[in-house]
Structures are given as structure tokens and as C-alpha cells.
């Protein structure tokens, strides 16, 4: 975990906050496709991501889910800590889209640290305001753009976090993600095949060029 932990965040944090970090945080392996916070929980730890991707979904009153935004190497959760901070459960569905590495941090020790150390205060901030302006461009995308547009942004950025051109998701795993219906997806999918900006196999998404 050292070597890692030093490499992620070396850029971010002081010395002795690294140290401190080593000493108290716990290292998760998290496989793809498991839920690593789930709505209604408390939350114990604060997530530092080593490397993986995670995405962050929110849940309407009908079960429904919507893609927020994806965590990558480096970041951390911004609802996660604002949940530790007011002492609520989480109102967010966190899953490990590849296999992921995470530093579990004790509660205990963001505000602790908050005015200890510069480097973890910048941090904090800058992952609010990073969380933020991705909630903002979810929200314009909902509100501004139409379905096609959305589902080949969902798509890039699929094939960003994972540095992978296959995408192996299901056409309802999508619809869940874009909280819309499977029928709609596999249209949308089979109109972007025939421009030849991917192609669809049995158990993945082959992108060309979206």
C-alpha cells in the first residue's frame, strides 16, 4: 500500500499526513461490479482512491437509479464526507466500475486534519468544488440535452474511466445509469452501430469512434 498510497498523493498531501495516513487507514480490494457504500448506511470511513474507478449513483423513491459522476485515482467522495460531517446516512450507491484499490480513513480524522494539515484542506475543498461542477454538468445534461447526446457522453466516459474501448454492460445496466428504459438503450445502440460508431457483440460494446 505504501508505494501506491505515495504515488497517488504525494503531489497532495505532506509527509507526515502520508505517515499518519499509512498508520491509520485500512486498504480495501473492491472487485468490479461490488457495492462499496450503500444508500441508508453510516458512514465509518472516508474512501481515498489508490486506482480502479467507482461510480456514484443516486436512487429515486421508485428504486430508479441515476449515474452522478465517477470517482477515479486520486479522488475522493465529496457526499461521502459531507455525510461524516453532519453524522446522516448515506444517500448515495457507490460501485467499483473496475477493479479498484481504496485507503479506508477513519471518520474521525478529516476534521482532525482539516486543521492539522494545509494539504488535506485543499483537498477536501477542491474535491467539493470538483463533485460540484460534475453534479452541475449531470444536471444540464438532464435538462439540456437530448437522449442520443447523453448516451454517447455516457459512453465516452465509460471508456475513459476504464481505458478500455469495450464496454461490458448490459443495455439495462445503461438504462439504469441514464434512468431511462432498456427498450430505448438498445434503439439508441443499434442507430449508433449503423453510423458505425460501434459495434454491438453478445456480452460487450465494441466503440469506434463516438
Known amino acids: 500500500m505504501k508505494e501506491e498510497l505515495l504515488e497517488t498523493f504525494r503531489g497532495h498531501f505532506e509527509q507526515p499526513l502520508l505517515e499518519e495516513i499509512l498508520e ?40 430508479d437509479e441515476l449515474l452522478l459522476y465517477y470517482l477515479e485515482q486520486g479522488e475522493t467522495c465529496s457526499v461521502t464526507m459531507a455525510c461524516c460531517m453532519g453524522q446522516t446516512k448515506s444517500e448515495i450507491r457507490a460501485i467499483a466500475e473496475i477493479d479498484t484499490s481504496i485507503v479506508m480513513v477513519p471518520v474521525q480524522k478529516m476534521e482532525e486534519w482539516m486543521g492539522k494539515y494545509k494539504g488535506w484542506r485543499n483537498y477536501v475543498f477542491e474535491s467539493y ?56 438503450v438498445s434503439r439508441l445502440l443499434k442507430k449508433l452501430e449503423k453510423m458505425k460508431k460501434l459495434v454491438l457483440h453478445r456480452s460487450y460494446i465494441q466503440v469506434i469512434d463516438l
Do not use: C, W
Request: hydrophobic content about 40%; overall charge negative; glycine content about 6%.
Open 24 to 63: 491509520v487507514g485500512k486498504l480495501v480490494e473492491v472487485p468490479a461490479g461490488e457495492t462499496i457504500m450503500d444508500i441508508g448506511q453510516y458512514i465509518r470511513s472516508i474512501p481515498l482512491l489508490l486506482s480502479g474507478a467507482i461510480k456514484v449513483l443516486r436512487e429515486d423513491e421508485e428504486g
Open 129 to 184: 468544488h470538483n463533485r460540484l461542477n460534475e453534479l452541475l454538468q449531470t444536471v444540464d445534461s438532464i435538462a439540456f440535452k437530448n437522449l442520443d447526446q447523453r448516451l454517447v457522453d455516457y459512453l465516452k466516459k465509460k471508456v475513459e474511466v476504464t481505458n478500455d474501448n469495450k464496454i461490458h454492460s448490459t443495455h439495462q445496466e445503461i438504462a439504469y445509469d441514464l434512468h431511462t428504459s432498456r427498450v430505448v
